[in-house]
């Protein structure tokens, strides 16, 4: 289980966590809905470790052990489907590419750069490639944008089945549809509703 107790986090006056808690399950699908701005990115930034609140706990996950997927898909033009996997992939596991990418549909893309794909074939990309790190935590910031219904059901399942927590922020009506809990929020400062 990862306890986040009490984060408290600013930008100058504007307060977008205050003394916020939360529980993710060991296990399933956890859905941040809330509208833009209201704080979620920031709330998976600290659970990253990439913002450090000004107080509060992370507890269950350290940051080395959660892998990341940000709302940018962040692709390097200079790099294959393939090549974005095995930037990833420890030698050992370099064999799995094909597998990460089959994962997200895009098996018949490996040789193709990111200029070649279309805007939902490079979030499937990066989701691959967020996946393909592997880790205790998966985060995950609107996953699925620019990628169709059916796409996002297959997806969906995929992460159901790889037996790992999975924190993610969506405004899409059916990832809530499917997700194993959906956490309403509002802010900020970010709160339950």
Known sequence: MIQISDLTLSYGEKRVLDHFSLTVPEEGITVLSGPSGCG???????????EKPQSGSINGVSPRETAVLFQENRLFPWRTAEQHLLDVLPKARRG???????????????????SALSGGMKRRLALARALALGGKLYLLDEPFTGVDGERIKALMAALKGLGTPVLLSSHEELVRSLADRVIPLDGPPLRAR
Do not use: D, F
């Open 96 to 114: 799995e590419a094909g597998l990460w990418l089959a994962l997200v549909g895009l098996e018949g893309e490996k040789s193709a750069y990111p």
């Open 40 to 50: 979620k990115t920031t709330l998976m930034r600290c659970i990253a470790g990439l």
